[in-house]
C-alpha cells in the first residue's frame, strides 16, 4: 500500500514449559505511530494472563496523515497538531467478559486543530485523560475555541450499559453563529451566551438523561429584514432534569420592553423524537411594537400592553396537533384606524386559549362617547392560522354584544359634501373566513340622527352570507323590527333582502331622518314592507330594487309641502295647504326604478282623497286623483266658474278627478271636467224639457180657454 510503513521491534523470552513469555520490550510501529509494551504474559496456551504496561508519544499530526485518503475523505481538510502521550497496565485474563483489569492516562499536550469547516481553530494546552476497563474520566479540560475558552468534562462508567457524564462551561460569541451554522438572508445576530451545563444519565437511554446548569445571555441582538428594528435581548435559563427554566427574558424592540419567563418539560425526549414538548411562557408584551414590524396599514397604530401565560404540549413541528392553553389579558390599549372617527381607547379583558379556541372574556373597550362589551367563543381558529386552510375545519365565532351606549355618528368618519356632512362611502368587503352567531343588545344606539334604545337582534354570518334576525327597536316612540340578509358571495354585486316591520311610529321623525320629506306629514305610522335588491353602489341598487308593502297614518296632518301648495293655487282652495288626515292608507309596490301607490286612501277633515301611480327615481310623477272635499270646502269651490257647481255628487260634495305629471318640482295638473260637463248637460237639458213641458201646458190651457169661449 502507497505510503503505508509497519515495524516490529522487540526483546522477550519465552518459557515454553511454563508456558510464558517475559516482554522486555515489545515496539510497533505503523507509519510514525508506534506503541511500546513490557510485561509478562503467563499461561499462554490456555487462557493467557496478562500484566503488562504499555505507553506511547504520537503525534497528531502523524495520525492524520496515516490515514489513507480514501478511507476518511472528509478529514482531508484538517489539519491538527501536537502532541498525546499514553501511559497504562492491564491484569488479567486475556478475554473478553470479563476483560483484564485496566488502567492507564492519556496526556495532551499543545493540539490544535484547524478546518475550513470551522471559523475559527481549536486550541488545547494540555489536557489529561484517565480510563480503566471500564470507564473514561475526562477531567476539565481547559481549551479555546479562537479567543473562546470553554471547558470540557467527560465521565463515562460501565461501558456495556454506558452511564455518561458530561459538563460544559463557555461564553460563546454569537457574531461566530453564521459561520458555524447557516442563517437566513440578512439576518446577523451579535452577542455573548454564557454556559455552565451538564448532562447525566445512560448513554443507551438518552431520552432520560438529564440535565443541570445555567445559560445566559446578554447584550444580544439580532437583525433581520423581517424587524425594522434589531431585537435586543438579556436573560437566563436554568436546566434541571428534563426541563429548561426560563426565569427571566427580557427583549427590547426599538425601545419597546417585554419580558417573559416559562419553562421548556421533557427536552431530551422531544430531541430525539421519542416525545412531546411541553413548554409554558408568561411575559408582558408592549403591543406598541406591532407597529415597529411595520404589519399595520398606513395611519393604523396601536398602544398599551399584553400579558401572557399560556402553555403548549405537543411537537413543533407539528402546530396544528399541539394541545394550547392559557390566557392573554389586554390592558389599557388604544387603537387608531381611519376607519373609526375616534379611537378605540381602555380596551381591556381577557382571551383565553382552550385548545385550538379562543374564549373572548368580557372584552370592554371605549369609542368617544359609546362603550361596547363583547363576550364570545371562536372555535377551531388555529387550524385555519397556522395551516393551509385547504380541507381545514372553518371556524366559528358565537358572541355576545352589548353596549349602554353606541353612537354611530360619532364613530364614522365623515366628509363635507355639499356643505352637509355625510357618512364617508367604502366599498362592501366580504366578511372574515368564519361563521358566527350571535346576540346584539344595545341600551341606546344614534345612527344618522336616529336613535333607538331597547335594540336587540339575532346575528348570524355564514358562507359569506349575513342574516340579521328579529332585530327589535323602539324609536320615534314607537317600535321597528324586521330581519336582513345580505348574500356577499360577490363583493362587486351584493344581493339584499330587508323584511321591515313598523308599529305607531312618529311619521315625521321618520322620514324627516330618512328621506328629504321632512316637517310634511305628521301622525301615527304602521307599516309592513319587503325590500330586496343587489349592487355595491346606489344606482345599481336603484336599477334593482324591488319592494311591496303596505302603510296606515292615524291622527295626521299633511303641510307645508310645495306639492300640496301648487295643488292648492291650482284649486283656488287655501286650506288645501295643510289637511287634517284623520287617516291613510296604502299599498306600495317598487319596480322598475318606480315607487306605485296602487290604492292609496286619505279621510280628512278637508277631503278624502284616492291615489294611484307612480312616482320615478328620477322624480318623474304618473298619478291619478280623486279627491272629495268636505261639504265646508264643496261651498266654497269656485276654481272653474260656473261649471264649478257640475263637479258635486248627490251628496253635494266636490268631487274632482285629475291627473298629475311632470316631476316633483314642477308638477302639472290636469282636470277631468268630462262628468261635470255631462251633469251640465243633463241639468240644461232637464231644464230645457221643464221648459218646453211649461210652454206645452201653457198652450193647452190657453186652447182650453179658448175653446170655452
Known amino acids: 500500500m502507497e505510503g503505508f510503513s509497519f515495524s516490529l521491534d522487540h526483546l522477550l523470552n519465552a518459557d515454553l514449559a511454563q508456558s510464558s513469555i517475559n516482554i522486555e520490550r515489545l515496539a510497533v510501529a505503523v507509519n510514525k505511530i508506534s506503541l511500546i509494551l513490557n510485561g509478562k504474559v503467563a499461561n499462554f496456551n490456555q487462557v493467557p494472563e496478562v500484566d503488562l504496561n504499555f505507553s506511547g508519544d504520537i503525534s497528531i499530526g502523524d495520525v492524520l496523515a496515516a490515514l489513507p485518503a480514501d478511507m476518511a475523505p472528509q478529514m482531508r481538510d484538517i489539519h491538527a497538531s501536537g502532541w498525546v502521550k499514553i501511559e497504562g497496565k492491564t491484569r488479567g485474563l486475556a478475554q473478553i467478559d470479563p476483560p483484564p483489569q485496566t488502567k492507564g492516562r492519556i496526556e495532551l499536550r499543545d493540539i490544535s486543530v484547524k478546518s475550513a469547516r470551522l471559523p475559527q481553530p481549536f486550541r488545547l494546552s494540555r489536557g489529561e485523560i484517565g480510563f480503566t476497563d471500564h470507564s473514561l474520566d475526562i477531567p476539565w479540560l481547559q481549551a479555546k475555541f479562537g479567543e473562546i475558552p470553554l471547558e470540557l468534562r467527560i465521565r463515562m462508567e460501565d461501558f456495556k450499559a454506558l452511564w455518561v457524564e458530561g459538563g460544559l462551561r463557555m461564553e460563546l460569541d454569537l457574531g461566530m453563529v453564521r459561520e458555524l451554522v447557516p442563517l437566513p438572508q440578512g439576518m446577523a445576530v451579535s452577542g455573548r451566551v454564557k454556559i455552565a451545563a451538564s448532562v447525566q444519565g445512560k448513554a443507551k437511554q438518552p431520552e432520560q438523561m438529564t440535565l443541570s446548569g445555567r ?60 416525545g412531546d414538548l411541553w413548554a409554558t411562557l408568561r411575559g408582558e408584551i408592549d403591543l406598541g411594537v406591532i407597529g415597529e414590524f411595520g404589519s399595520l396599514p398606513p395611519d393604523n397604530s396601536i398602544s398599551g400592553r399584553l400579558v401572557v401565560d399560556g402553555e403548549a404540549k405537543g411537537r413543533p413541528e407539528e402546530l396544528t396537533s399541539m394541545a394550547l392553553s392559557g390566557e392573554a389579558e389586554l390592558k389599557d390599549v388604544t387603537v387608531v384606524t381611519p376607519s373609526l372617527a375616534k379611537p378605540v381607547e381602555k380596551l381591556e379583558g381577557s382571551v383565553a386559549l382552550a385548545g385550538s379556541d379562543l374564549i373572548l372574556s368580557g372584552l370592554s373597550m371605549r369609542i368617544g362617547r359609546s362603550s361596547l362589551t363583547i363576550k364570545g367563543r371562536l372555535n377551531d381558529l388555529l387550524p385555519l392560522v397556522l395551516a393551509d386552510s385547504k380541507g381545514s375545519v372553518r371556524p366559528s365565532l358565537s358572541f355576545e354584544v352589548s353596549s349602554p351606549l353606541l353612537n354611530l355618528d360619532e364613530l364614522l368618519p365623515e366628509r363635507e359634501k355639499g356643505g352637509k356632512k355625510t357618512i364617508n362611502k367604502r366599498g362592501v368587503t366580504s366578511p372574515p373566513q368564519i361563521d358566527m352567531t350571535g346576540k346584539v343588545s344595545l341600551n341606546r344606539v344614534i345612527f344618522q340622527r336616529i336613535e333607538l334604545t331597547d335594540f336587540n337582534a339575532n346575528i348570524e354570518v355564514k358562507e359569506r352570507a349575513i342574516r340579521i334576525e328579529d332585530a327589535r327597536t323602539q324609536v320615534y316612540s314607537g317600535s321597528l323590527g324586521g330581519n336582513v ?72 296632518r299633511l303641510e307645508n309641502w310645495d306639492f300640496l301648495n301648487r295643488l292648492a293655487s291650482w284649486l283656488k282652495l287655501p286650506q288645501f295647504k295643510s289637511l287634517e288626515l284623520r287617516t291613510l292608507r296604502n299599498s306600495f309596490r317598487v319596480e322598475n326604478q318606480r315607487l306605485w301607490l296602487d290604492d292609496l286612501s286619505a279621510q280628512g277633515k278637508e277631503a278624502d282623497l284616492l291615489l294611484s301611480g307612480s312616482m320615478g327615481f328620477d322624480g318623474s310623477l304618473d298619478y291619478r286623483v280623486m279627491a272629495t272635499l268636505s261639504p265646508g270646502l264643496s261651498n266654497r269651490f269656485n276654481a272653474v266658474g260656473e261649471l264649478s257647481q257640475y263637479f258635486k255628487n248627490d251628496q253635494g260634495r266636490v268631487v274632482l278627478n285629475f291627473q298629475v305629471k311632470g316631476t316633483g318640482q314642477s308638477p302639472r295638473f290636469t282636470l277631468d271636467t268630462s262628468q261635470a260637463e255631462q251633469r251640465m248637460k243633463d241639468r240644461l237639458k232637464k231644464e230645457a224639457d221643464e221648459k218646453i213641458e211649461e210652454l206645452k201646458k201653457k198652450g193647452k190651457d190657453l186652447l182650453k180657454d179658448l175653446l170655452g169661449k
Not at 216 to 225: G, I, N, Y
Not at 248 to 257: I, N, S
Not at 501 to 515: E, G, H, I, V
Open 215 to 274: 445559560v445566559s445571555w446578554e447584550e444580544v441582538e439580532a437583525r433581520t429584514p423581517a424587524l425594522p428594528v434589531p431585537a435586543k435581548l438579556s436573560g437566563e435559563a436554568d436546566l434541571v432534569g428534563t426541563e429548561v427554566i426560563l426565569s427571566q427574558m427580557k427583549v427590547d424592540m426599538g425601545g419597546l420592553p417585554m419580558s417573559f419567563s416559562g419553562k421548556v418539560s421533557n427536552l431530551p425526549q422531544w430531541l430525539l423524537a421519542k
Open 485 to 556: 340578509s345580505l348574500d356577499l358571495k360577490d363583493p362587486e354585486t351584493p344581493a339584499f333582502s330587508i323584511d321591515l316591520r313598523a308599529d305607531r311610529l312618529q311619521a315625521n321623525d321618520f322620514l324627516s331622518t330618512l328621506t328629504s320629506f321632512d316637517d310634511h306629514l305628521f301622525g301615527q305610522l304602521d307599516m309592513n314592507a319587503s325590500f330586496e335588491g343587489r349592487g355595491a353602489e346606489a344606482e345599481a341598487v336603484k336599477r334593482s330594487l324591488r319592494a311591496q308593502g303596505t302603510s296606515a297614518i292615524s291622527g295626521g
